[in-house]
């Protein structure tokens, strides 16, 4: 852990400059500026033009994403860097839909209510608008698909290091409970040809499960099902995988969930595999204010290896491992108690 020796007067401005830069990295982004860029640098009365922009402001956004690392300037021209790269439109590991979704819109105006949730225990969204977030992403179909699209986005950032570093050829049928539109699962597919999956989430969801399934090829080999995992979760897996599922939610309803796996694999033997930030004690910041933002926006948690440990005890199941991968992520395995030695 590195020694941080600036004076508390500069890490305080630091932190104002940490808040205007994210802001103007999402200005960037709703104005589509790394498209825009894509093909050449551009000057500030170009890039205006394209975005239909007051070109002087443009031009102080541009001086500032420069001063963040975004952009690179020349003659009066501005390229990307592989920064600035990363939030092209469309490309492979683009990381737009997050930034649109996480630093604006429903996210912003949540933490602008952070106290609301350290005074109550209670998500600050629901304070804020009213209604869940998940409630509120079926009444604005346009926020809930940038979100979807934020998803898959980080899926695909997590997943190679995630194959990487599990194993899952030993495993025929891979359920991704809560699997979204399937993304991950696909890739774990691809990398198994001889794997078949199901992937199982609300019934609105899974629609375009199959969409994306089909398209990758993987409609004779994938299950699409809809459902609840607060009531059940389908039979039959050799592993069941839950990616960024159970940090949602507070410690009795991800009870539920995985007491709901631990019944669906009965004593076949099968295994589950947790795909989480764990929370580490060695001072690393992002899962920290993750779990702030799990708080914030569904009441959910980011948790230690000990509180998952204790967290699947009380569900059935016995922690067998928990490895770090080179993403952010971190892979929690374990396997069923046996109903006669459970508790």
Same mark, same amino acid.
């Given at each position: 852990?590195?020694?941080?020796?600036?004076?508390?007067r500069d890490?305080?401005f630091?932190t104002?400059?940490?808040f205007?830069?994210a802001?103007?990295?999402?200005a960037?982004a709703?104005?589509?500026?790394?498209?825009?860029?894509?093909?050449?640098?551009?000057?500030?009365a170009?890039?205006?033009?394209?975005?239909?922009?007051?070109?002087p402001?443009?031009a102080?956004l541009?001086?500032?994403?420069?001063?963040?690392?975004?952009l *690179?300037?020349? %003659? +009066? &021209?501005?390229?990307?860097?592989p920064?600035?790269?990363a939030?092209?439109?469309g490309?492979p #590991?683009? $990381?737009?839909?997050?930034v649109l979704?996480s630093l604006?819109?429903?996210h912003?105006?949540?933490?602008?209510?952070?106290p609301?949730?350290?005074?109550?225990?209670?998500?600050?969204f629901?304070?804020?608008y009213?209604?869940?977030?998940?409630d509120?992403?079926?009444?604005?179909?346009?926020e809930a698909?940038?979100?979807?699209?934020a998803?898959?986005?980080?899926t695909?950032?997590?997943?190679?290091?995630?194959?990487e570093a599990?194993?899952?050829?030993?495993?025929?049928?891979?359920?991704?409970?809560g699997g979204g539109?399937?993304?991950?699962?696909?890739?774990?597919?691809?990398?198994?040809?001889?794997a078949?999956?199901?992937?199982?989430?609300?019934?609105?969801?899974?629609?375009?499960?199959r969409?994306?399934l089909a398209? *990758?090829?993987? %409609? +004779? &080999?994938?299950?699409?099902?809809?459902g609840?995992?607060?009531e059940?979760?389908p039979?039959? #897996?050799? $592993?069941?995988?839950?990616?960024?599922?159970?940090h949602?939610?507070d410690?009795?309803?991800?009870?539920v969930?995985?007491?709901?796996?631990?019944?669906?694999?009965?004593?076949?033997?099968?295994?589950l595999?947790l795909?989480?930030?764990v929370?580490?004690?060695?001072?690393?910041?992002?899962?920290?204010?993750?779990?702030?933002?799990?708080?914030?926006?569904v009441?959910?948690?980011?948790?230690?290896?000990?509180?998952?440990?204790?967290l699947?005890?009380e569900?059935g199941?016995?922690?067998?491992?928990a490895?770090?991968?080179r993403s952010q992520?971190?892979?929690v395995?374990?396997?069923?108690?046996?109903a006669g030695?459970?508790?």
């Amino acid at each position: 852990m590195s020694v941080d020796d600036r004076s508390p007067r500069d890490r305080v401005f630091q932190t104002l400059a940490d808040f205007w830069s994210a802001q103007a990295v999402h200005a960037a982004a709703r104005l589509g500026l790394a498209d825009h860029l894509a093909e050449r640098p551009r000057s500030a009365a170009e890039l205006a033009a394209a975005t239909r922009t007051h070109a002087p402001s443009l031009a102080r956004l541009l001086r500032a994403l420069a001063a963040a690392g975004l952009l *690179r300037e020349s %003659a +009066g &021209r501005y390229r990307l860097t592989p920064f600035g790269e990363a939030l092209r439109t469309g490309t492979p #590991g683009s $990381l737009r839909p997050l930034v649109l979704t996480s630093l604006g819109g429903e996210h912003y105006r949540a933490w602008g209510s952070l106290p609301h949730s350290i005074e109550t225990g209670r998500p600050a969204f629901d304070h804020v608008y009213g209604q869940s977030i998940r409630d509120y992403y079926t009444r604005h179909p346009e926020e809930a698909a940038v979100f979807n699209d934020a998803m898959t986005a980080g899926t695909a950032a997590i997943g190679p290091a995630v194959l990487e570093a599990f194993d899952f050829s030993p495993y025929r049928t891979v359920v991704d409970v809560g699997g979204g539109h399937g993304g991950f699962l696909a890739s774990i597919l691809e990398a198994n040809p001889g794997a078949r999956g199901v992937v199982f989430d609300a019934p609105h969801v899974v629609t375009g499960a199959r969409d994306q399934l089909a398209a *990758r090829g993987l %409609a +004779g &080999r994938c299950e699409a099902v809809g459902g609840d995992f607060f009531e059940s979760v389908p039979a039959g #897996g050799d $592993l069941y995988v839950m990616k960024w599922i159970i940090h949602d939610w507070d410690d009795r309803r991800a009870l539920v969930i995985m007491r709901n796996c631990r019944r669906a694999i009965g004593n076949s033997g099968a295994r589950l595999l947790l795909v989480e930030f764990v929370l580490s004690e060695d001072g690393e910041p992002f899962g920290p204010f993750l779990d702030l933002n799990m708080m914030v926006m569904v009441g959910g948690k980011e948790r230690t290896e000990g509180e998952l440990r204790s967290l699947l005890a009380e569900a059935g199941f016995a922690l067998t491992g928990a490895r770090a991968t080179r993403s952010q992520v971190s892979l929690v395995e374990a396997e069923p108690v046996p109903a006669g030695r459970a508790g």
